[in-house]
């Protein structure tokens, strides 16, 4: 084994649209980063902040977030409340001393597997350059 | 240029005139104002109905025992009150309670709203300490002089909107250099100029914002400044993160007092987001330590999420804190961006919702896309 760097990724995947792109990809035998650990949800819109901070708190070193394209969520609107939560959770990352390139929002269809490949792997090679979230060593939480 | 009420008495007097007028000759049937309670400087928000009661009131006092914005949305809760009542109280805690108006946990039907341009208010500990009938005097100077008086709350010291929104009436005291002589109440709304109707007084006009405002105004804006520079001397990030709030007790206090924390049951008070017995094991296990009760930080972040877009800056959190945590300064920096973001200022217009749960398709393209 190396001892190359595998970060730790939170991927929270919509149900839809990214779940099902995933699910496409490993079909297709597309190779996807092992660092990173799904989460289905029901829609991006179901994802709280709070898990989020929690994540990262938790010491994960990068969060993703996915649903569906705009104007195609399978609740009309929930992709949209995802993104204004996003632009939300950027801010408060600055408080928290995170860079706010560890986490990050893409709108992934269920037939664009090649592009769930493709951001996942620049994902994990941007966490790699961070390097590893400082959070994980300290103790006073 | 806007009506104003001219009572030739002293902006105290003047304005307890109004009010047991109201009580008297109109069909206001309650006033909400602070209230003195001992002689030296307690006062708490109380409904008086009678005039007897009434001559107790001093709604004008340098204190915010609770943010009334909170005690407002509790009596109208479920439905409007049934009776009219006109209410005195701070531009920030006004802001406060319209932003719980627009959550549903209040009503303006049947409110006669006062504020006043507000000078701020000194910190609850200074009541504690038995200082507050020695502060009034210089208080009163420092206002007619729009200056800015360093024992206020810090969040006063650099507060912008002292020019209340949405107010039936207007009491001018910021740079008011006659404020023991005259009492000037500005009059914003027909509604408010239909209670100020044969009121004791003249019915002159008058501007809101005046050279004195903007001064003052000005001067909080440095003082902002100076305030944000020092705390980012402490450094930023989340070392620094960790050594402010190393002294958080987890009393819960900042969400108990804040006016925008409005959930019955807080989700940091539930059993959701408690700490399982294994959580401690895996924990433990990686990081060799663990602080205990945890969840701190998380608590502060989680609270952050929730409320940021609607602070109302009036400074309770940082007030009520026992171990004297600046939670005020540090909120606001989120709270300050994200309404910048959102191009939101909360409590401004009743009819402008809340940013989380409405949306524009054309905002934020970029984002997703990459």
């Not at chain 2, 006062?114 to 910190?123: A, D, K």
């Not at chain 2, 005046?210 to 440095?222: D, G, H, I, S, Y």
Request: a neutral charge; proline letters at 5%; one cysteine or more.
């Amino acid at each position: 084994m190396s001892n190359e760097y595998v970060p730790r990724i939170i991927g929270f995947l919509c149900n839809w649209c990214s779940y099902t792109g995933a699910d496409l990809a490993g079909t297709a035998r597309l190779k996807i980063p092992a660092s990173l650990k799904v989460i289905r949800v029901m829609c991006s819109g179901r994802i709280d902040p709070l898990f989020v901070l929690k994540g990262f708190l938790k010491g994960a070193d990068g969060i993703m977030m996915m649903g569906c394209h705009p104007g195609d969520c399978h609740y009309q609107k929930g992709n949209y409340n995802a993104r204004r939560r996003y632009v939300m959770l950027q801010n408060i990352l600055k408080i928290l001393g995170l860079e706010k390139e560890r986490i990050g929002l893409w709108w992934v269809s269920a037939s664009e597997a090649p592009r769930y490949a493709q951001v996942t792997h620049e994902f994990e090679e941007k966490i790699k350059k961070l390097g590893s979230n400082p959070i994980q060593e300290e103790i006073f939480l | 240029m806007s009506k104003a009420l001219k009572i030739k008495k002293g902006v105290d007097k003047g304005l307890n005139d109004l009010l047991e007028f109201l009580l008297k000759s109109k069909d206001i049937k309650g006033i909400f104002a602070l209230k003195k309670m001992n002689e030296n400087g307690a006062v708490s928000y109380s409904l008086m109905t009678s005039v007897d009661e009434l001559k107790k009131a001093t709604p004008l006092h340098p204190l915010m025992p609770v943010n009334a914005g909170k005690v407002l949305s509790i009596f109208s809760l479920k439905e409007a009150t049934k009776e009219p009542v006109a209410a005195v109280l701070r531009p920030c805690e006004l802001r406060a309670f319209i932003e719980l108006v627009k959550r549903n946990q209040g009503s303006l039907d049947n409110l006669l709203l006062i504020s006043l341009t507000c000078g701020g208010v000194y910190p609850l500990q200074s009541l504690a300490d038995g200082n507050m009938k020695k502060h009034l005097p210089p208080y009163w100077e420092s206002l007619k002089k729009a200056e800015i008086n360093p024992d206020l709350r810090v969040t006063c010291q650099s507060c912008e909107h002292f020019i209340p929104y949405l107010a039936d009436m207007t009491v001018a005291t910021v740079g008011k250099k006659d404020l023991d002589k005259e009492c000037t109440i500005l009059l914003n709304t027909t509604k408010g100029e239909d209670y100020a109707k044969d009121a004791p007084g003249n019915i002159g006009s008058e501007e809101m914002e005046t050279a004195e405002t903007e001064k003052l105004k000005k001067r909080r804006e440095e003082q902002n400044k100076k305030i944000v520079e020092d705390f980012e001397k402490e450094g930023l990030g989340f070392k620094a993160l960790v050594k402010t709030f190393s002294a958080c007790l987890a009393c819960h206090g900042c969400s108990y007092a804040c006016p925008i924390c409005y959930c019955t049951l807080c989700d940091f008070d539930s059993k959701t987001l408690e700490y399982s017995p294994q959580s401690f094991v895996s924990e433990l296990e990686q990081k060799g330590g663990l602080k205990i009760p945890p969840g701190n930080i998380f608590f502060h972040l989680g609270r952050m999420s929730h409320m940021a877009v609607s602070c109302v800056n009036c400074g309770m959190c940082s007030d009520v804190c026992p171990v004297n945590i600046p939670v005020a300064t540090v909120f606001s920096r989120v709270s300050l961006s994200l309404q910048d973001e959102f191009n939101y200022l909360p409590g401004k217009d009743v009819e402008e919702s809340v940013p989380y749960g409405v949306y524009k398709e054309e905002e934020f393209v970029e984002i997703g896309e990459q």
